[in-house]
């Protein structure tokens, strides 16, 4: 074996290592595709803190399940349109197959929000996606009648749990529970969507300074309200005013919690003949 038989290998031998090394890169980025866009709905209500999920599938079977081929979540903070990217090794897709994207809304772990109708992602169209999604299926019979708890006053948490207000809504409009500080009635209009209330009426008890700031905050959101919008799950129902922003955010209750609030809404002195609403309950001045 030569010298220069010798150099001319080595020199083909590292120019071969320094060509893989500057194409594996290159080679490894050109196979992973990009999809970019935003997911959104059309209903007009609040979104609370909630995850994203988005997924890439084959729906070249139309009667088999669509597997997934990729899939990306993130964590939402903000209101609709949220963006997402969602990356892909390209060496999945097959030719003469057809792919599509789908995304779900999750709250507290439940679908809030899903894909009812197909995306397909089409080549070429990586970026600028939209994704509309809507309202999860919930009950034909859904509606704010029940026991329910505060979690939120408008944009602020009831941070005491036990001084949470609760109210418990009746067939008939009839409201009763608690404000934070004192019992309260009133009497609830619904008609679809829109719910109003009456004056609040309250007992007339002393609070502590944070329990009456509680009390005044929920009286004035409560009488702002204008709409209501029940999660798909049920448990959650989200007061609005006119301007659909969320007034109170309330949790649902077992069916016993309601006794609870009847006895605070409405305090007796034990004699029957003088336990009437008017003169236990007035109207707030608050």
Same mark, same amino acid.
């Not at 990009?34 to 997924?55: D, F, I, Q």
């Not at 890439?56 to 990729?70: C, E, T």
């Not at 970026?127 to 505060?150: D, E, F, H, Q, Y």
């Given at each position: 074996?030569?010298?220069?038989?010798? /150099?001319?290998?080595?020199?083909?031998?590292?120019?071969?290592?320094?060509?893989?090394?500057?194409?594996?890169?290159? =080679?490894?980025?050109? +196979?992973?595709?990009?999809?970019?866009?935003?997911?959104?709905?059309?209903? /007009?209500? +609040?979104?609370? *803190? =909630?995850?994203?999920?988005? @997924?890439?599938?084959?729906? =070249? $079977?139309?009667?088999?399940?669509?597997?997934?081929?990729?899939?990306?979540?993130?964590?939402?903070?903000?209101?609709?349109?949220?963006?997402?990217?969602? &990356?892909?090794?390209?060496?999945?897709?097959?030719?003469?197959?057809?792919? +599509?994207?789908?995304?779900?809304?999750?709250?507290?772990?439940?679908?809030?929000?899903?894909?009812?109708?197909?995306?397909?992602?089409?080549?070429?169209?990586?970026?600028?996606?939209?994704?509309? $999604?809507?309202?999860?299926?919930?009950?034909?019979?859904?509606? *704010?009648?029940?026991?329910?708890?505060?979690?939120?006053?408008? %944009?602020?948490?009831?941070?005491?749990?036990?001084?949470?207000?609760?109210?418990?809504?009746?067939? #008939?409009?009839?409201?009763?529970?608690?404000?934070?500080?004192?019992?309260? /009635?009133?009497?609830?209009? $619904?008609?679809?969507?829109?719910?109003?209330?009456?004056?609040?009426?309250?007992?007339?008890?002393?609070?502590?300074?944070?329990?009456?700031?509680?009390?005044?905050?929920?009286?004035?959101?409560?009488?702002?309200?204008?709409?209501?919008?029940?999660? *798909?799950?049920?448990?959650?129902?989200?007061?609005? #005013?006119?301007? #659909?922003? *969320?007034?109170?955010?309330? /949790? @649902?209750?077992?069916? %016993?919690?309601?006794?609870?609030?009847?006895? &605070?809404? +409405?305090?007796?002195?034990?004699?029957?003949?003088? %336990?009437? $609403?008017?003169?236990?309950?007035?109207?707030?001045? @608050?």
């Amino acid at each position: 074996m030569t010298p220069s038989f010798l /150099r001319r290998s080595l020199l083909v031998a590292t120019l071969c290592g320094v060509s893989a090394a500057v194409l594996s890169p290159l =080679s490894a980025q050109a +196979a992973t595709t990009t999809l970019r866009g935003n997911v959104t709905y059309r209903e /007009r209500m +609040a979104l609370p *803190p =909630s995850v994203v999920e988005v @997924r890439l599938l084959d729906i =070249s $079977l139309a009667d088999a399940k669509a597997p997934v081929l990729a899939r990306t979540s993130l964590r939402a903070t903000r209101q609709v349109p949220i963006p997402f990217t969602l &990356k892909f090794n390209r060496a999945l897709l097959k030719a003469g197959h057809s792919y +599509a994207l789908e995304a779900t809304i999750f709250v507290e772990g439940r679908p809030w929000f899903i894909t009812t109708t197909q995306n397909p992602v089409r080549a070429g169209n990586t970026s600028n996606i939209t994704l509309v $999604l809507s309202r999860a299926s919930a009950s034909a019979t859904a509606s *704010p009648i029940g026991t329910w708890k505060a979690e939120r006053l408008g %944009d602020a948490p009831v941070t005491e749990s036990s001084k949470a207000p609760t109210v418990s809504i009746e067939e #008939d409009g009839t409201v009763s529970g608690f404000s934070g500080c004192n019992g309260v /009635r009133s009497k609830a209009t $619904l008609e679809g969507a829109t719910i109003t209330f009456g004056p609040m009426m309250t007992t007339r008890m002393a609070c502590l300074p944070q329990a009456m700031a509680t009390e005044q905050l929920f009286l004035k959101n409560m009488e702002a309200t204008r709409g209501w919008h029940l999660a *798909p799950t049920g448990d959650v129902l989200a007061l609005v #005013d006119a301007q #659909d922003k *969320p007034t109170v955010v309330f /949790r @649902r209750q077992p069916n %016993d919690a309601s006794e609870g609030a009847s006895n &605070k809404a +409405a305090p007796t002195s034990g004699n029957p003949a003088t %336990d009437t $609403l008017p003169a236990q309950i007035a109207p707030t001045s @608050r």
